[in-house]
């Protein structure tokens, strides 16, 4: 455990002093600190036996003056420093950018260089007293001084809206140790005797051996972030930024190497398949960033739906996520994947009206890291806003919008489910029927392999019941309103489809049709015949956005 849950009983309400975000009052022009270079990942001691043992990592940062004033570099128990972050990723085999480092200690600067890594620096290296970083310098701090746990210290003593940090009653005040008369006196009581007695893990990054298997995870990122006092919100998109590597056992450590060069971006930019957007809660809280994938619709029509949400500096935390979902739409397979990965934490899912809701009580997504969440739907994806609710009370509104997929398009609408003897049969459109669309079709699973099934619609519906468990949802008259329209025979596994070619006539536009399937097993629950799938209905033609009526 992080020493600092000590210092959380002793004195909790400091720690979170930054509770009440404010508007960004403390904004000062000209200020432009961004993440210049980025490497150097290493693994600097660890614990444990292999493949079971914890590895403590860190990474060189260099920070670049982009803007138009000095930027104060002051040592603490100093205030006005900046902080920087560290965040490493993987886009592991099921698919999810994950975050696979720990809820990490952040490094507090207290010195500035005056080199010309990026741009030429207006000061000059002799005589400088490292209390700034002057215009267009730039400063590094290599993976020594980013792993010296004497700079390290815990990241929710940061309001990162805001760049600052209260040294009194700190980590750094109170020490290992903290005492009533010193804890919280605005004195460093954390000394270098203590950094060097937290072991060879210590407040460093922490990733455990089975988080880095190169054979399970097809790709890795690492990530750093500057946390600039009064920098305007419009510049910081490079204060942040990321390279990929990759990991591998030389038998007694992991070795890192860069396979791609530094990008000033989110993480979640480079996960494969996905959409990324974001945005902050106006003036008055710091940004989030929500990246979406959507696959599907699977043999069951189901689309699957990944979300991962990566605070990088909104300091009221996020304590849910609400989505639009058609409240007839078909929800299921929930999961949801966060950083201390304790089961007693997770968030739920309540499919409320016409929305998913997500949501904590206790575990919010705190600035710096990134949580997972998933589900499948019948409702396909559509462009739409989520909504992200602030954990902390404070000044600004208790949620915000961001741009994203969200499950809105309810393409079919099943009407009721099906019976079988043995199975139950389901019956799901392979996407949209548009017009025109010559792939469209109906597929059917869990039916009994071998048999055929006799496809019915009708533009009709009803839900009448036939004994047994079963009931009948196409409306009308067989040979009038109910017609055949497809037969197959499912292969081995009890699978069958119905290829239903969608005309390009625009007399379809908006129509809908009920369909349902019999398969003939020679007994069952349907007409002591066989077997019956679900209902469905399909909205036919290219204006069906939105949820069915």
Known sequence: ?????????????????????????????????ALGLLNDLTAVNRSGTFPGGMNAV?????????GTVDVPWLAPMQEDHPMIAFLVV??????????????????????????SQCDTCTVSPFGHDGTYLGIGCSDTYAVSNNSNNFYLAPPDEIDPWLGQWTAQCSFFDAGLNPTPGTMCDGNRSFTMGQAGSLGPIGNRIHIPDAALDPVLNPSFAY??????????EARR????????????????????????????????SIWPGASVDSSTNGNDDGR??????????????????????????????????????????????????DVDLDPANGWSFNHVGGELVVSTGNNPLNWN?????????SAAPESGLASLGQFLPGTGADSFAVATQVPTGQYDLVLGPGCGSS?????????????????????????????????FASPLATNLPLGSGCTLYLGGVFGAQISQVGSAINDGAGDGSFALPVPSDVALEGVDLNFQAFTLTGSGPAFALGDLTNGLLVRLGNNTAGCAN
Request: aromatic residues 12%.
């Open 223 to 232: 990530s750093s972030y500057y946390v600039i006092r009064g920098e305007p």
């Open 58 to 66: 860190a990474m060189s940062t260099t920070s670049c003056n982009k």
């Open 369 to 377: 890291s990134i949580y997972n969440f998933w589900f499948d739907s």
């Open 423 to 455: 199975s139950v049969p389901t019956l799901a459109a392979n996407g949209q029927a548009t017009l025109g669309n010559a792939g469209f079709a109906l597929d059917m699973t869990d039916n009994a392999p071998g048999a055929t099934s006799v496809l």
């Open 237 to 268: 998109g490079n204060n942040l930024g990321f390279r990929p590597f990759n990991p591998t056992w030389n038998g007694s450590k992991w070795n890192f190497s860069n396979t791609g060069p530094l990008v000033n971006d989110t993480v979640l």
């Open 288 to 337: 989030v960033f929500v990246a979406s994938k959507v696959t599907g619709p699977n043999a069951n029509g189901l689309y699957h739906y990944e979300y991962a949400l990566h605070n990088r500096d909104n300091a009221r935390g996020i304590d849910e996520l609400r989505l639009p979902l058609c409240a007839s739409a078909q929800v299921s397979g929930f999961g949801f994947k």
């Open 90 to 115: 993987r886009h592991d085999d099921s698919g999810r950018m994950i975050q696979i480092s720990d809820y990490s200690y952040v490094k507090h600067g207290f010195f500035a260089l005056a080199s």
């Open 1 to 33: 455990m992080r020493s600092h849950a000590v210092l959380a009983a002793l004195f909790g309400a400091a720690l979170s002093s930054f509770a009440s975000a404010a508007p960004q009052q403390n904004v000062i022009p000209g200020t432009d600190v």
